[in-house]
């Protein structure tokens, strides 16, 4: 037996992902709550579907008090659900137990960081779908989360890139020291599809090469030794598709070490600066930039793009991110509000990229 539910019905339903099998699951919890605690409720209806760690799709129809302290999955309002690749369905397939029900979306906002729903993957399942993606989409995704090629074709568009080398998990230890007194000490070690500094080791002497790379291919098979750059970080936030607008730019100030995970979710040691304490000039060259990376790398709907800012004033891209942390306090809002632009203007602008209430 099986139901359906209009594609009609009014306001605009949003499906909006939230979870996901990543390590960074607590901070794709923290930005759904925050946005979905300030969606305009008369314009839009949202239609949650959480991805617990181990990777099952579930529709949650509970409160969302619920979602930020992970008790959101053992409410039994929580249903079997998938986005179902049927184009004709346009949306949700639910399964009780005893019916299947469908549920039309009019798109969906993936709120899901790092590995299984920021490099593309889920993007992909919804272009399947033929479902409006409010924010970047497959290509631009796995281009993005993908360090390495993301800044060979940042590079190929004229912008500075710190120097890299591929590490191979074959490499022996000499090899590994030789790679490293190629680029010099202090550098960084990466994996190449992780978000959030999550395996990222800055090494400042051989000793500490060999554990910096087995805990880099502990979240990625492909891993990069990356040249320190002197400086500082500075980020941009980017809205739109054809026509871009960009936040304040801002800046990171640190008392030590980097921005690894602890210091973007506590600020434990640092600080960030919205505006950046820079000229508006060099502010300026830092959107444009940001700008040309953005359609570069093929984004949409929303991303920040972040650079280092030299003692000289050159500016270095470093990544872009195409799902930021999303809560009132993260950066990219933080950058849109300095903008003149409300978390919930923000979020009522991301939605009508793709749907008009």
């Not at 990543?22 to 605690?37: I, N, R, T």
């Not at 949202?46 to 999955?73: A, M, N």
């Not at 920040?304 to 809002?333: C, M, W």
Request: charged letters at 20%; one cysteine or more.
């Amino acid at each position: 037996m099986s139901a359906s539910i209009s594609a009609a019905a009014n306001p605009p339903r949003i499906g909006v992902l939230f979870g996901g099998d990543s390590p960074e699951y607590p901070v794709s919890l923290q930005s759904a709550y925050a946005v979905l605690s300030h969606i305009n409720r008369s314009r839009f209806q949202p239609v949650l579907l959480g991805i617990r760690r181990d990777g099952r799709w579930l529709l949650y129809e509970g409160p969302l008090s619920k979602i930020p302290e992970d008790d959101w999955h053992q409410d039994p309002r929580c249903t079997p659900a998938w986005i179902s690749p049927d184009r004709g369905i346009h949306g949700v397939t639910v399964w009780d137990g005893q019916a299947i029900r469908e549920i039309h979306l009019d798109a969906a906002f993936p709120l899901l960081h790092g590995k299984n729903g920021e490099d593309g993957t889920v993007q992909g399942i919804l272009e399947l779908a033929g479902i409006p993606i409010i924010g970047c989409g497959t290509l631009s995704s796995a281009l993005c989360m993908d360090k390495l090629r993301a800044h060979r074709i940042a590079a190929s568009l004229g912008i500075p890139v710190p120097r890299d080398i591929p590490a191979e998990p074959s490499w022996t230890p000499e090899q590994a020291l030789r790679a490293a007194e190629e680029l010099s000490y202090p550098l960084f070690v990466k994996p190449v599809r992780a978000g959030s500094s999550f395996g990222i080791t800055q090494v400042r002497t051989p000793e500490e090469l060999e554990p910096a790379l087995r805990e880099a291919f502990h979240f990625d098979s492909q891993v990069i030794l990356e040249e320190a750059i002197p400086g500082f970080e500075v980020g941009c936030a980017v809205l739109g598709k054809e026509e871009l607008f960009t936040g304040a730019v801002d800046e990171i100030e640190l008392s030590q070490g980097f921005f690894d995970y602890t210091e973007k979710y506590t600020l434990r040691s640092s600080r960030i600066h919205v505006p950046a304490r820079i000229a508006p000039e060099k502010a300026g060259e830092i959107q444009e930039t940001a700008k040309i990376l953005y359609k570069g790398l093929a984004c949409s709907g929303f991303a920040r793009v972040d650079f280092f800012l030299t003692p000289q004033g050159k500016v270095v891209f470093n990544e872009i991110n195409t799902i930021p942390g999303f809560t009132a306090h993260s950066r990219y809002p933080g950058m849109m509000r300095a903008a003149g632009l409300s978390f919930e203007e923000l979020i009522q602008r991301l939605l009508e990229t793709e749907v008009k209430a």
